[in-house]
């Protein structure tokens, strides 16, 4: 199972953009891998849950994964055409989440913030 993970992880770490079980189950079969989807789809919790990949929610409601390049609180603007994906950072809404957080009397203060959009290459078709 480690070594499934690793795999998994490997065809992540190759990708430029966020991508879903599906593709990556596609691009490991392509390759010639016999992985089955669900282990796909348990490696991939088994990575997320540990934190080793970022996991987001597409406008669509499909869950898509990607190896980040930074392991420091960042967020994403994700192309939702190809699924390019640009680490930005944002100091304006750490601020905001902290600070509305302790407006209302919360603590242990955590977000997740994406933001989508197309890339420049998807909106000029190329
Ligand atoms: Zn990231
Ligand atoms: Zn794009
Ligand atoms: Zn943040």
């Given at each position: 199972m480690s070594t499934r993970?690793?795999?998994?992880r490997q065809?992540?770490?190759?990708s430029t953009g966020f991508r879903?079980?599906?593709d990556l189950y596609a691009d490991l079969?392509?390759?010639?891998?016999?992985?089955?989807?669900?282990?796909v789809y348990r490696a991939l919790q088994a990575l997320s849950d540990s934190?080793?990949?970022?996991?987001l929610r597409t406008d669509d409601g499909?869950?898509?994964?990607?190896?980040?390049?930074?392991?420091?609180?960042?967020?994403?603007l994700v192309c939702r055409t190809c699924g390019k994906a640009v680490e930005v950072e944002g100091p304006q809404v750490e601020r905001w989440a902290d600070a509305v957080g302790?407006?209302?009397g919360f603590t242990d203060i955590t977000h997740t913030v994406e933001v989508f959009g197309?890339?420049?290459a998807c909106a000029s078709g190329e």
């Open positions: 993970r690793e795999t998994v065809a992540l770490n190759e879903s079980a599906q079969r392509s390759e010639g891998s016999k992985i089955g989807l669900t282990t934190g080793e990949i970022d996991v499909e869950a898509v994964y990607r190896a980040c390049i930074t392991d420091t609180h960042h967020h994403h302790a407006q209302h197309t890339c420049a």
